[in-house]
T-cell receptor
Framework: SAVISQKPSRDICQRGTSLTIQCQVD?????MFWYRQQPGQSLTLIAT?????????ESGFVIDKFPISRPNLTFSTLTVSNLSPEDSSIYLC??????????FGPGTRLLVL | AQSVTQLGSHVSVSEGALVLLRCNYS??????LFWYVQYPNQGLQLLLK??????LVKGINGFEAEFKKSETSFHLTKPSAHMSDAAEYFC?????????????FGKGTLLTVNP
């Protein structure tokens, strides 16, 4: 299995600012993904982070709001831009170890005031 | 297109009782199916997965699930609940043979275990 870490674990931000979340995997993985979990809700896929190319976004999510980088096979960042209180959520990254199996990081808990 | 329905957003059992969390899926291709658990203030931990091998899958912490194609179900069970099982449980599906293995999650079931 892959072990995934995220930084920061939590943050409180002012509206209008941005937060960049880092995701580090302890081994090379083919796919990395970013999810949002709004309070009391399930996980919604934001995008697939592609190594060396632009991320693939799901319906309802755009690059200007959620720019993603993936410079290599073990690291990715998600930026949440122009923050509003509606962005208060848990953001989780995942990577697939054995092809179909995704392993998740501990999440970043964001509160926007 | 894929979807997952988890029946019961909240299940409450007594310690030592049977745990049954229901999951039904919809998929146009053979699915991969997963159960994840989320403890308070933590990320998701993989409990078990079905990937077209044995239909009865055993996972960690005494949990198991049975894939029933005719019922499009993948219910999670544990014979005897423990207080430490209290958590949120998510069922998820991805496409068998898909190129990117994107997961679609159910809405989750919160399991409460009463002493």
């Amino acid at each position: 299995s892959a072990v995934i870490s995220q930084k920061p674990s939590r943050d409180i931000c002012q509206r209008g600012t941005s937060l960049t979340i880092q995701c580090q995997v302890d081994s090379q993985v083919t796919m990395m993904f970013w999810y949002r979990q709004q309070p009391g809700q399930s996980l919604t896929l934001i995008a697939t982070a592609n190594q060396g190319s632009e991320a693939t976004y799901e319906s309802g999510f755009v690059i200007d709001k959620f720019p993603i980088s993936r410079p290599n096979l073990t690291f990715s960042t998600l930026t949440v831009s122009n923050l509003s209180p509606e962005d208060s959520s848990i953001y989780l990254c995942s990577g697939n170890g054995h092809q179909e199996t995704q392993y998740f990081g501990p999440g970043t808990r964001l509160l926007v005031l | 297109a894929q979807s997952v329905t988890q029946l019961g957003s909240h299940v409450s059992v007594s310690e030592g009782a049977l745990v049954l969390l229901r999951c039904n899926y919809s998929s146009s291709v053979p699915p991969y199916l997963f159960w994840y658990v989320q403890y308070p203030n933590q990320g998701l931990q993989l409990l078990l997965k079905y990937t077209s091998a044995a239909t009865l899958v055993k996972g960690i912490n005494g949990f198991e699930a049975e894939f029933k194609k005719s019922e499009t179900s993948f219910h999670l069970t544990k014979p005897s609940a423990h207080m430490s099982d209290a958590a949120e449980y998510f069922c998820a599906v991805s496409a068998h043979g898909g190129s990117n293995y994107k997961l679609t999650f159910g809405k989750g079931t919160l399991l409460t275990v009463n002493p």
